[in-house]
């Protein structure tokens, strides 16, 4: 399948928000969000359903589903921005039409749980997602980080990127960028999801120990096509582990195993600092730099 490349944001276009996760519990934060994304100079279509709730998600996963089916097929929106993470979207991807996807192509981007859509819609739709900041959590907090906004909208805009890394800096790899939130990854195994070419795997995570993110990346080793296709581990921000010293460890062991290089220190989590990259975009990392391209 040949990747499906979104036409790139700009001012005046319409930005659609949506919860396809889970459930919104500060109002104030949409609010101000949506404010600054219309100073920023663009227009804001809030889903219908954007507050409801169901347990710990926002609302009946067939509602979840049909909204994004919705932002997809409305010719008024540009670009589709998850409202939060949280817990939900592993439950709806078995419910989405990948062919109206792949006819209505434009941005899609959220990171945490937004990871399990955007990877799934790479997969079947062939649609370039994005790992971004989202409403809630980034436009709505009262300290919002200029780099963390300013990278989204040199990505959105389709501006190749690059930044610098730790690691291992007389290797340089190529491939698509693949990846995002490690442990929702893991809990699509059992599902069609892995890249059928060349991959650089660019993760990251959050209060999760490191037996946790052991077990993650051991689950995913089993796999074929993803021992076949990795070519190289970027990692960003595992926020609250518990023992950094393990992790390094475990990790030099996962690359160790597969003969990939290993590079860390990429601005990328559930920091107040993020960058935006293309999930299914063309990336290389060489020099301890790694570079998006997004089109090749």
Excluded at 57 to 72: K, P
């Amino acid at each position: 399948m040949s990747y499906i490349f979104p036409k790139p944001l700009k001012k005046g276009d319409t930005v659609g928000i949506i919860a396809p996760c889970g459930c919104l519990r500060e109002p104030e934060r949409i609010e101000l969000g949506v404010n600054r994304l219309q100073e920023s100079g663009f227009k804001v279509k809030l889903s219908k359903h954007l507050f409801d709730t169901k347990r710990y998600m926002a609302g009946d996963d067939n509602i979840r589903a049909q909204e994004v089916h919705s932002f997809f097929a409305d010719n008024e929106v540009d670009c589709i921005l998850c409202a939060r993470g949280g817990f939900g979207a592993i439950r709806i991807v078995d419910k989405l039409d990948y062919d109206l996807i792949r006819q209505n192509p434009k941005i899609f981007c959220g990171y945490s749980d937004v990871t399990a859509l955007s990877v799934i819609m790479l997969k079947h739709a062939g649609l370039v997602t994005f790992s971004s900041p989202m409403l809630s959590g980034d436009w709505g907090k009262e300290t919002l980080s200029d780099f963390t906004i300013g990278e989204f909208f040199n990505t959105i805009s389709g501006k190749p990127c690059e930044y610098d890394l730790t690691g291992s800096s007389d290797a340089c790899v190529s491939g698509i960028a693949w990846g995002g939130n490690l442990t929702t990854l893991a809990s699509l195994c059992g599902r069609e999801f892995i890249p059928d070419e060349d991959f650089i795997f660019i993760i990251e995570d959050v209060n999760e120990p490191v037996y946790k993110i052991d077990r993650a990346l051991t689950q995913l080793c089993g796999l074929k096509d993803f021992k076949k296709n990795i070519k190289g581990l970027v990692c960003g921000e595992f926020s609250g582990v518990e023992n950094n010293n393990w992790l390094n460890e475990l990790l030099n062991e996962f690359c160790t195993g597969l003969k990939i290089p290993l590079w860390q220190d990429l601005k990328l989590g559930h920091g107040e600092k993020k960058i935006t990259f293309p999930i299914g975009g063309k990336c290389e990392v060489c020099n301890n730099k790694i570079f998006f391209k997004q089109r090749g």
